[in-house]
């Protein structure tokens, strides 16, 4: 069977999405143990950053004491000198996801980048690349800087030039690419909230705007008592800066700011918290305009126990799916 297709019929897939800092993880974990644990259930991360082997204070990577036993996949696969891309993803994920229902196992998708659930998830195809192509536009962006490579995307392709970022080399380029390579525009048309597997739940995570920005801040302050700083300094050792995608990662790119003393650590926590705070609200919007979404709301109580929370959400979410 070619595992960019569609599973069978009975191979279920459950996805669990939501903002940053809703409590994706802990769910994961707490419904595979209501599937009846690591012998039934494994998990795919969907989370672009969390593909890089050390990054993990910055990222809220899940721990092997959190894992508690449950098997992940697409997690610490690249190296940070490494590219991301949704398109790469999309390939193994979808091995990984034939490869758990080979094993007569249940996969739980978890995450909150809804370009990487959506390439996992529905029927999304992504243009090809052309190595030389990119070479040689990335060798006029040495030279001549971003300007005439903006100017000529507008005369290419305007529809994306008025979309993309165009303040952002690595988007220029992968655009000029595409039209270039395809005579085509970069920006098809998403066929979003289809289903490329058949058997597909999907659940979201719904907090209430101001509780999830509180757990943002306390989060992020979290994270700079837990090492964020010395993690950071490892990874400049190992080329973070150099990275085309790693090196931008909120938290990361702050911090290397910090270091290079241009701002102060507390600036450094104030400037992740925004940029959290500002991707969340785009998560919310992302999977708030999908339909296939079941949404379980988080209560706004904060005496009320959480973790036992999560753990009645996913007795729910078991009884629903009656399997």
């Given amino acids: ?76 696969v690249l190296n940070i000198s490494e590219e991301a891309s949704v398109a790469a993803y999309q390939k193994y994920a979808r091995r990984d996801l034939h490869s758990i229902h080979e094993r007569g196992k249940i ?7 809804g370009l990487y659930i959506s390439g996992l998830l529905d029927e999304l195809n992504f243009p090809g690349t052309d190595l030389d192509v990119r070479k040689e536009l990335e060798q006029r962006f040495a030279t001549e800087g971003l300007s005439p490579l903006v100017a000529e995307l ?30 085509k525009s970069f920006t098809p048309i998403f066929p979003r909230h289809t289903r490329h597997f058949r058997n597909t739940f999907f659940f979201g995570l719904e907090v209430d705007k101001q509780v999830l920005n509180e757990r943002i801040e306390t989060r992020v302050v979290q994270m700079y008592k ?15 800066i150099e990275s085309p995608t790693a090196g931008k990662a909120t938290g990361y790119a702050q911090t290397v700011e910090y270091l290079h003393g241009n701002i102060t650590l507390a600036e450094a926590i104030e400037q992740v918290s925004l940029s959290t705070r500002r991707l ?31 753990r009645g959400i996913a007795d729910r979410i078991v009884k629903e799916l009656n399997f």
């Fill in 107 to 113: 996969p739980i998708v978890v995450g909150g980048s």
């Fill in 1 to 76: 069977m070619d595992p960019s297709r569609g599973a069978p019929q009975e191979a279920p897939i459950i996805c669990i999405a939501g903002a940053t800092a809703s409590g994706k993880t802990r769910l994961s974990i707490d419904l595979a143990y209501a599937l009846g644990g690591p012998d039934r259930v494994e998990i795919i991360s969907a989370d672009a950053m969390q593909l890089y082997r050390g990054m993990n204070i910055g990222t809220a990577k899940i721990t092997d004491e959190e894992r508690r036993g449950v098997k992940h996949h697409q997690i610490d």
């Fill in 154 to 183: 507008k005369v290419k392709d305007p529809t994306s030039a008025k979309i993309i970022d165009t303040a952002n080399p690595r988007r220029v380029i992968r655009a000029l690419e595409v039209v270039t390579i395809t005579g």
């Fill in 226 to 240: 837990d090492g964020l700083v010395e993690e950071t300094e490892g990874l400049i050792a190992n080329g973070l």
């Fill in 280 to 310: 969340a609200k785009k998560q919310r919007t992302w999977f708030g305009a999908d339909p296939r979404i079941n949404w379980c709301r988080v209560s706004d109580d904060t005496s009320i126990d959480r973790h036992e929370e999560l």
